[in-house]
């Protein structure tokens, strides 16, 4: 494990711009894309094969239907969750290199060997290959407004309530905890609590705050071997809205990190100030889908069979739900189902 490790081998910040990379690629590779991260790179002549994301899709039985006889020289993507995880699924198929040019640091997926895919309507966790470079264009990064740069950093908050599960699952069934692992995820998160305010300067040193914070987030995910240092009880409470609507991640796992909080009994209040001051609340209160959906279905929320949390012994209450939404949520309009996709999730690039 030691001999595969390393904080940031795959990182290359400013080594080239975007633009210059992307006008170099040819015929024999594959570049993933995102419309809308694409319009920020007007006047590029492209010469390689494409897949936009958005149309595409991330139906797995679609993609091993267009790597089937593939042959590609590299991918290259452009974008975020959505467009990564396709091509770093696809690059795993097709035992390919894989460069992962973000436009907003979302998630921490560039940092992961998993995917997240439908397979039918239902999202599946996929083996993946973590891209052998991730290219930090500074520039290129300002052109997204800085609020979705903060998105990726729930996966780090995420830390919080998931190692209380693990601890948990030690008391209750003798789970194995790893030291080193716990260890590590907990530092993450108090680096990343005790930076608020610099991050919240939304400057250069802010972004490269942020990437090390996901990074190191993704990592221990891969050297775990699973997601159980930042995935617990808040990630299936996230999954069980994503599979109902569609929603940012950061926003799903922020509603997942307060409702775990009331049903494990941990509430921090360092946690819901990070959450408050990178404007989650305000971005989940003004979409009200992700809170209907809560409201409506809660009781549908099972444990996973793998993981073992504090869903396993402890059924989402009413009461827990709605003091939840009275703390952080309660405003004057009423909060209804809304069919659809909702008009802020054309903002961002995917």
């Known amino acids: 494990?030691?001999?595969?490790?390393?904080?940031?081998?795959?990182?290359?910040?400013?080594?080239?711009?975007?633009?210059?990379?992307?006008?170099?690629?040819?015929?024999?590779?594959?570049?993933?894309?995102?419309?809308?991260?694409?319009?920020?790179?007007?006047?590029?002549?492209i010469n390689a094969q494409k897949i936009n994301s958005s149309d595409f899709g991330i139906q797995k039985d679609k993609l091993d239907s267009f790597a089937d006889g593939k042959i590609f020289r590299r991918i290259y993507s452009v974008g975020n969750g959505k467009t990564t995880d396709i091509a770093k699924y696809l690059a795993g198929k097709l035992?390919?290199?894989?460069?992962?040019?973000?436009s907003a640091l979302t998630a921490n997926v560039f940092?992961?060997?998993?995917?997240?895919?439908?397979?039918?309507?239902?999202?599946?966790?996929?083996?993946?290959?973590?891209?052998?470079?991730?290219?930090?264009?500074?520039?290129?990064?300002?052109k997204t407004p800085f609020k979705y740069h903060l998105y990726g950093l729930c996966d780090v908050l995420s830390i919080y309530t998931a190692l209380f599960d693990w601890e948990y699952s030690h008391k209750i069934n003798a789970e194995p905890i790893e030291p080193f692992i716990f260890e590590?995820?907990?530092?993450?998160?108090?680096?990343?609590?005790?930076?608020?305010?610099?991050?919240?300067?939304?400057?250069?040193?802010?972004?490269g705050i942020i990437i090390k914070l996901i990074?190191?987030?993704?990592?221990?995910?891969?050297?775990?071997?699973?997601?159980?240092?930042?995935?617990?009880?808040?990630h299936i409470i996230a999954k069980h809205?994503?599979?109902?609507?569609d929603i940012y991640h950061a926003l799903?796992?922020?509603l997942g990190i307060l409702t775990a909080m009331e049903i494990q009994g941990s509430r921090n209040p360092e946690i819901v100030r990070a959450i408050k001051e990178f404007g989650f609340i305000d971005a989940i209160r003004s979409n009200k889908k992700g809170l209907s959906v809560l409201m409506?279905?809660?009781?549908?929320?099972?444990?996973?069979s793998d993981r073992f949390t504090i869903l396993n012994n402890r059924q989402i209450e009413k009461e827990q739900i709605n003091a939840m939404i009275t703390e952080y949520f309660t405003d004057n309009s009423s909060i209804q189902i809304i069919s659809g996709v909702g008009a802020e999730l054309k903002e961002m690039p995917v």
């Open 1 to 45: 494990m030691n001999q595969e490790f390393s904080f940031n081998s795959n990182i290359k910040i400013n080594s080239c711009k975007i633009e210059t990379l992307l006008a170099s690629i040819g015929q024999e590779d594959l570049l993933v894309y995102s419309p809308t991260s694409l319009r920020l790179l007007p006047n590029i002549q």
């Open 95 to 102: 035992k390919i290199g894989l460069s992962s040019m973000p």
């Open 111 to 142: 940092f992961t060997n998993k995917s997240l895919l439908k397979d039918d309507r239902q999202s599946v966790t996929c083996d993946a290959k973590t891209p052998d470079e991730v290219i930090i264009d500074y520039s290129f990064l300002t």
């Open 184 to 207: 590590m995820a907990k530092l993450t998160l108090n680096q990343l609590l005790a930076n608020i305010e610099v991050i919240l300067q939304k400057d250069e040193k802010s972004l």
């Open 215 to 234: 990074m190191m987030s993704g990592y221990l995910t891969n050297i775990a071997g699973s997601g159980r240092p930042e995935s617990g009880s808040e």
């Open 241 to 245: 809205i994503e599979n109902k609507i």
């Open 252 to 254: 799903s796992v922020a």
């Open 296 to 304: 409506n279905s809660y009781s549908e929320i099972a444990p996973r």
